[in-house]
């Protein structure tokens, strides 16, 4: 990037704006997909229709600023049960069906000007009020719920990544279930979904030798990302096909095949170094070609479709929060509600029971949330999600 000399950050008004819109979009674009999944719906539908809604909405804000790049920060992926994530189709791979009392995690990302708001969610297939889900599928959501819960109350200036950590073993044990080994949320920056401070999810002893303590600063960004299992909590490659990939911008190698070259051109052209799906090339057969040689030369970095055991299940929770001055400020969520998942188990450490008890929002961010979200409105002339929710 050439204009890196002055990093912006949320310390920047217009910087927040650009935050909300995308965090906006992503939550709508979530609740899209979230009601479209009904039984004999197709997984790959659902994945077109979550990137089709956030290009759409994406394209009209900052209309005058022709330069801006926006769009898809994660392309929306749909993986139902013992599948851990990316599970994000090709027309040319085989589809999945949605059917009653499957666990569905939806996973997408927007960016505005490369600010990232990344969201992801879970819910079973058929739940209602009149038929709440219990057994191992409530403990696994509720677990990974309380897990995003805790991380938005220790997630701020000051504390350090292995208090998450510790939070998280310690809630997924109290609902019999394992963290996904190794996983990683990151801190956010302006065209970067992979900042270098991280939160890891039950590391091994090696993970955790090697693993770099950070402490939270005001003004970063965060996506925080909690994937639980009912299982052990150990993810693999399942053999299914990558669809998702991101350009590595540190690797350069000379690409031998003409294909190659023009889907990399193409890459480099429409996403930079945001993740992205072969799903959005115009010819699918080419767009698999060319892929093969860059990520061969890791000039691409592969987001491979993860799989649990058969049999078990999987529950992610992912949110953006930006550490304001005045307190964390959660920009995207899902639509849950807790009423349907009754668990026979709950968190039994003192500590984290008050944390978790304790309130997650400021009463001066109210008001200048308010603020912000005027200016959002203004920005993009629509409702954001705080001045929907006064209304």
């Given at each position: 990037m050439s204009d890196e000399e002055q990093e912006q950050?949320?310390?920047?008004?217009?910087?927040?704006?650009?935050?909300k819109m995308g965090g906006d979009i992503a939550n709508q674009a979530l609740r899209l997909v979230v009601e479209t999944a009904k039984p004999g719906v197709s997984v790959l539908s659902l994945c077109e229709k979550g990137d089709a809604y956030i290009m759409a909405e994406t394209g009209k804000?900052?209309?005058k600023e022709k330069e801006m790049k926006k769009g898809i920060a994660f392309p929306t992926s749909v993986s139902v049960n013992n599948c851990v994530c990316h599970f994000s189709p090709l027309k040319s791979d085989p589809d999945y069906t949605l059917k009653d009392g499957d666990l569905v995690k939806i996973d997408l990302g927007v960016h505005v000007d490369g600010f990232i708001a990344n969201v992801a969610h879970s819910f079973v297939v058929g739940a209602s009020k009149e038929n709440p889900i219990t057994g191992?599928?409530?403990?696994?959501?509720k677990a990974a719920h309380l897990c995003a819960e805790a991380a938005l109350r220790l997630v701020k200036?000051?504390?350090?990544?292995?208090?998450?950590t510790e939070a998280w073993n310690k809630i997924a044990q109290s609902f019999k279930c394992s963290p996904i080994e190794g996983m990683l949320s990151h801190q956010l920056k302006q065209h970067i979904i992979d900042g270098e401070k991280?939160?890891?999810?039950?590391?091994?002893?090696q993970q955790r030798k090697d693993h770099e303590k950070a402490e939270f600063e005001v003004h970063e960004v965060y996506a925080v990302d909690v994937l639980i299992s009912t299982g052990e909590g150990k993810a693999r490659d399942g053999g299914l096909r990558t669809t998702i990939y991101k350009r590595d911008p540190s690797k350069q190698y000379g690409l031998k095949m003409k294909t190659s070259r023009t889907f990399f051109s193409e890459v480099e052209r429409r996403f930079d170094a945001m993740p992205f799906t072969l799903r959005a090339f115009e010819d699918e057969a080419k767009a698999r070609l060319g892929v093969v040689e860059c990520a061969k030369h890791e000039l691409l970095q592969p987001f491979s479709v993860l799989q649990e055991k058969e049999g078990e299940c999987v529950a992610q929770f992912k949110f953006t929060v930006l550490l304001m001055a005045n307190g964390p400020h959660r920009i995207t969520n899902g639509p849950f509600d807790p009423e349907l998942y009754k668990s026979e188990h709950e968190v039994q450490d003192p500590e984290l029971r008050t944390l978790l008890q304790s309130s997650a929002s400021r009463k001066t961010q109210k008001k200048k949330k308010k603020k912000a979200s005027k200016t959002?409105?203004?920005a993009t002339g629509q409702p954001t999600e705080e001045t929907e929710a006064a209304e």
């Amino acid at each position: 990037m050439s204009d890196e000399e002055q990093e912006q950050t949320i310390a920047e008004d217009l910087v927040v704006t650009k935050y909300k819109m995308g965090g906006d979009i992503a939550n709508q674009a979530l609740r899209l997909v979230v009601e479209t999944a009904k039984p004999g719906v197709s997984v790959l539908s659902l994945c077109e229709k979550g990137d089709a809604y956030i290009m759409a909405e994406t394209g009209k804000v900052f209309k005058k600023e022709k330069e801006m790049k926006k769009g898809i920060a994660f392309p929306t992926s749909v993986s139902v049960n013992n599948c851990v994530c990316h599970f994000s189709p090709l027309k040319s791979d085989p589809d999945y069906t949605l059917k009653d009392g499957d666990l569905v995690k939806i996973d997408l990302g927007v960016h505005v000007d490369g600010f990232i708001a990344n969201v992801a969610h879970s819910f079973v297939v058929g739940a209602s009020k009149e038929n709440p889900i219990t057994g191992r599928k409530a403990d696994v959501v509720k677990a990974a719920h309380l897990c995003a819960e805790a991380a938005l109350r220790l997630v701020k200036p000051g504390n350090q990544n292995t208090q998450v950590t510790e939070a998280w073993n310690k809630i997924a044990q109290s609902f019999k279930c394992s963290p996904i080994e190794g996983m990683l949320s990151h801190q956010l920056k302006q065209h970067i979904i992979d900042g270098e401070k991280t939160i890891i999810q039950n590391p091994t002893d090696q993970q955790r030798k090697d693993h770099e303590k950070a402490e939270f600063e005001v003004h970063e960004v965060y996506a925080v990302d909690v994937l639980i299992s009912t299982g052990e909590g150990k993810a693999r490659d399942g053999g299914l096909r990558t669809t998702i990939y991101k350009r590595d911008p540190s690797k350069q190698y000379g690409l031998k095949m003409k294909t190659s070259r023009t889907f990399f051109s193409e890459v480099e052209r429409r996403f930079d170094a945001m993740p992205f799906t072969l799903r959005a090339f115009e010819d699918e057969a080419k767009a698999r070609l060319g892929v093969v040689e860059c990520a061969k030369h890791e000039l691409l970095q592969p987001f491979s479709v993860l799989q649990e055991k058969e049999g078990e299940c999987v529950a992610q929770f992912k949110f953006t929060v930006l550490l304001m001055a005045n307190g964390p400020h959660r920009i995207t969520n899902g639509p849950f509600d807790p009423e349907l998942y009754k668990s026979e188990h709950e968190v039994q450490d003192p500590e984290l029971r008050t944390l978790l008890q304790s309130s997650a929002s400021r009463k001066t961010q109210k008001k200048k949330k308010k603020k912000a979200s005027k200016t959002a409105e203004n920005a993009t002339g629509q409702p954001t999600e705080e001045t929907e929710a006064a209304e």
